[in-house]
């Protein structure tokens, strides 16, 4: 049998298979329009040189956006979130389960953790040996934690994740232009190409059909290829843009997060404007552009302490720190600038209609927020 460090580098030449095929596909594409197409068919020079503008923009941000998704490496869990050596040998000795879960929760109390497991356990890796921050998840393809994955692409040979998520979108987005725009201006010369006259001499043809060469394959395929790739993308692109509306990943759209009062679909959604702004930043003008500008740091998310629609102002709860360490509790750790910028609402609830019930299973320091009517 083959030693195991050969076949992991079998497997990664064989992975970068479908991104060596849509190179191809795309210089293939690249020379049947450029050259085919523009320099060869198209008579009109002012037709050319438009086609040939608009044709470039759209292949530059294209493959701008697929190198930018492809060469970002993921983002992984930092050291705090790893086991100091202490706790790491006892992890290690201990058998029992829910004693190493006591080990883990004693560690994770000084995280900023709200999502477990589907029992309620803290989420750790033994493959990493890390605690995962919410929305991390272990990809077995790159071998590692990715901070908010959301799949394993293999047209891509990269996870998507926190780091590369809008390089992906975009890298979606422009393809979808790249192949509209090819086929919608070479929709024209596919017909002209389709109804050619089969006529052996060709000065026999009409004068408004396009003499028989072989561009004609070319253009034909390039329509064919076009059309195929774009209604393709199309749904994929779709998808993914209600996935940012609601701020979810594909993984939390399968299988919804779980909170410490039960799993929440919509626990991480903060309305549709702030949830666009976690992916894309803040400044709009750098929005189409393959640079990150994502708020954050993959780390910590803000979450939604109450129940309400998404699409309504959340509220800030920091409970009283000195309060906290008087009754023995841990104390909330601060929030980040992005958390307090993205949470941040115009409207305010008074104290008269809000209480705050400490949990204290497990001495963490997650609160539940609860809205009071007026009597």
Known sequence: MAPTHVLR??????????????????????YAYVVELCIITIPSTGEKIV???????????????????????????????????????????????????????RVASSLPLYTRTGAGAIRYCDRCQVIKPDRCHHCSACDMCVLKMDHHC???????????????????????????FIAATVLQYFIKFWTLCRRKSAENCPQNELPDTHAKFHVLFLFFVAAMFCISILS??????????????????????????GPDKNGFSLGFTKNVA????DEKKYWLCPIFTSQGDGLTFPTRLVNIDPEQPTVIIQPDSSKSVEDGSVPQSPMSDSQNRLLGSDHHISDDHLSIDPLKSDGTDDITVYLESES
């Open 51 to 105: 086609y040939l503008v608009l044709f470039h923009l759209s292949f530059i941000m294209f493959v701008w956006s697929y190198w930018m998704t492809i060469f970002t490496r993921p983002a992984n869990p930092s050291k705090e979130f790893c086991l100091p050596k202490v706790e790491k040998e006892q992890y290690e000795k201990e058998e029992r389960p829910e004693n190493q879960q006591e080990i883990l929760k």
């Open 154 to 180: 293999p047209w891509v040979n990269n996870c998507v994740g926190f780091s590369n998520y809008k390089y992906f979108i975009l890298f979606l987005a422009y393809s979808l232009v790249y192949c509209l």
């Open 9 to 30: 580098c079998c497997q990664r030449g064989l992975a970068w298979i479908p991104v060596i095929f849509i190179a191809l596909v795309v210089c293939w594409s690249y």
């Open 236 to 261: 994929l692109f779709s998808y993914h843009l209600w996935l940012v509306g609601k701020n979810r990943s594909t993984i939390e759209a399968f299988r919804a997060p779980v909170f410490r009062n």
């Open 278 to 281: 976690q992916v894309f930043g």
